[in-house]
T-cell receptor, first 110, second 116 residues
């Protein structure tokens, strides 16, 4: 089955810096890759997603890149702000199920 | 984005009792809903896929007789934890696809279950 690896597990940056989180997946049939942001005690919130026929997608300060050949995808957050602090999960969709990475705790200090 | 609600947000129960958690899609019809479990500082683990009008599909290792799922309408799925024990204490989260056959899943706010 699908396996999603996510790195790093924790990431600390200064306000205004960029943050990059990377994920790899194992199933070449996976075709949809969302990123979720989860704040403490809340459900995950979809922040951006990308499909396998696209290499890059951007939404304001957030961008995602996908390398199908290498089977990895990355989340890029520019000009980080303290409110970006949260746990971020990547996921890969195989069949109907989303398989999640283990999460990255992002801390943005002002 | 689409809104998915859950009720209750948190519940405390005694060991041996049953607890029902509701998941509702508020502004769309969801033919498929998903139930996840999340332990503290851990990732989301898919428990089952709930399809309106049919039996849920459970992931390997999830006891279907313990975690009863009902998806009686296009806007409501319920998860009942039967004969709850302290090890069932967890954060339970549901999600739904905005449209049938689409990829995007929207998550509810989660339900914190504590079994004493």
């Amino acid at each position: 089955g699908e396996n999603v690896e996510q790195h790093p597990s924790t990431l600390s940056v200064q306000e205004g810096d960029s943050a990059v989180i990377k994920c790899t997946y194992s199933d070449s049939a996976s075709n949809y890759f969302p990123w979720y942001k989860q704040e403490l005690g809340k459900g995950p919130q979809l922040i951006i997603d990308i499909r396998s026929n696209v290499g890059e997608k951007k939404d304001q300060r957030i961008a995602v890149t996908l390398n199908k050949t290498a089977k990895h995808f990355s989340l890029h957050i520019t000009e980080t702000q303290p409110e970006d602090s949260a746990v971020y999960f990547c996921a890969a969709k195989t069949g109907t199920a989303l398989i999640f990475g283990k999460g990255t705790t992002l801390s943005v200090s002002s | 984005g689409a809104v998915v609600s859950q009720h209750p947000s948190r519940v405390i129960c005694k060991s041996g009792t049953s607890v029902k958690i509701e998941c509702r899609s508020l502004d769309f019809q969801a033919t498929t809903m998903f139930w996840y479990r999340q332990f503290p500082k851990k990732s989301l683990m898919l428990m089952a896929t709930s399809n309106e009008g049919s039996k849920a599909t459970y992931e390997q290792g999830v006891e279907k007789d313990k975690f009863l799922i009902n998806h009686a309408s296009l806007t409501l799925s319920t998860l009942t934890v039967t004969s709850a024990h302290p090890e069932d204490s967890s954060f339970y989260i549901c999600s739904a696809n905005l449209e049938a056959g689409t990829d995007t899943q929207y998550f509810g706010p989660g339900t914190r279950l504590t079994v004493l």
